[in-house]
């Protein structure tokens, strides 16, 4: 038993001369693909994490990086403070990159959270949803004429790539209880009724994906948005589970579990070398796959609409620029 291997990143994969960022790249996958990318030669690295000091000993570690010590050693490795849990603050990281980066080609929105019990973000939604999700698209809205311009002067799209999961597949409650008509699709997570701690990180990721179909309708040749499962990895993403479940996917990790390495590599496979075609798309083993069964109904055509209407109107309020693609 076990997962579809995952192949090397095909030799002569380059990346001098460019920028990416990592959220939560300060630990577990996002940390090893930020690794990853400076061995594949990129110019300069942005960290964006809720802890700056522990971001800071990240970067330390990836500067004294023995693979990067002697390919990239002249990489530029920044820290930029984000927290998810807050519009605000992803409001700040997007004026800092815009202020400061003048070309940015990758986006990895490789950070998120898997707790299990219903928690209120600073801005007052479910908190998975918040980090998973929300953030995320005013982040991405914000930095998106960034990477069109990138992509005029490179003369190749940018990407924005998510990193998502396949228990949106199985695990997600919207076929069962979907969202009300005429209701706010952000009160119905909101809403503790619906609220079910083993199924809403499948829900978040569900949304994440319904999110990718619509960011990449945005601007299409300019811009890869896609979605990606790195499959069960080996991190210390069980850490918020109850004690006996930590035992059982701690086990569960130990024998089926893909090593670091080779989940980030599925990272490295989305963002670098995956073609146009996986554009608002989700993959699984470096392949595109159908996911949610939802998503792809009547029904789900739907909500997806309902979501980015609501989402683009709510993070609008944080900055009313952003009013221009509710409609797109």
């Known amino acids: ?24 790249g300060n630990a577990g996958l996002g940390l090893e693909a930020a690794r990853q990318f400076l061995v594949l030669g990129v110019s300069r690295l942005i960290l964006g994490c809720r802890s700056v000091s522990r971001g800071e000993a990240a970067a330390s570690a990836l500067r004294g990086s023995p693979e990067v010590v002697k390919t990239n050693p002249d990489a530029i490795i920044q820290v930029f403070e984000l927290d998810l849990d807050d519009y605000n603050s992803g409001l700040q990281f997007a004026a800092r990159v815009k202020r400061e980066v003048k070309e940015l080609d990758v ?35 914000e930095l998106l004429p960034l990477l069109r311009s990138t992509a005029a002067i490179r003369g190749s799209p940018t990407r ?114 995956a073609g146009a075609e ?16 939802f998503l792809n109904t009547p029904e789900g055509d739907e909500f997806v609409d309902r979501l980015w209407r609501d989402v683009v109107d709510e993070v609008a309020t944080v900055d009313p620029s952003l009013q221009e693609y509710v409609g797109e």
């Open 1 to 24: 038993m076990g997962q579809a291997p995952i192949p090397p990143t095909p030799s002569g994969t380059k990346l001098t001369g460019k920028t990416v960022i990592v959220t939560g």
């Open 107 to 141: 986006l990895l929105n490789n950070g998120g959270i898997a707790i299990m019990s219903y928690q209120k973000s600073k801005n007052g939604h479910e908190r998975t949803m918040q980090v998973n999700c929300y953030t995320y698209v005013l982040i991405c809205l």
């Open 160 to 273: 924005i790539t998510f990193v998502g999961s396949a228990t949106q597949i199985s695990q997600n409650t919207l076929a069962k209880h979907p969202v009300a008509d005429g209701r706010n699709v952000l009160d119905h997570f909101d809403d503790r009724a619906y609220y079910n701690r083993f199924c809403r990180y499948a829900d978040s990721k569900l949304a994440v994906s319904a999110l990718t179909r619509r960011l990449s309708t945005l601007a299409p040749s300019e811009v890869v948005v896609n979605n990606l499962c790195p499959g069960l990895v080996q991190t210390g993403l069980d850490k918020n589970l109850p004690l006996v479940l930590r035992g059982i996917m701690g086990l569960v990790r130990k024998t089926m579990a893909r090593t670091v390495d080779e989940g980030a590599r599925t990272l490295i496979y989305a963002t670098v070398v």
């Open 278 to 293: 996986t554009s608002g798309k989700f993959m699984q083993n470096n392949r595109i796959d159908p996911g949610a069964a």
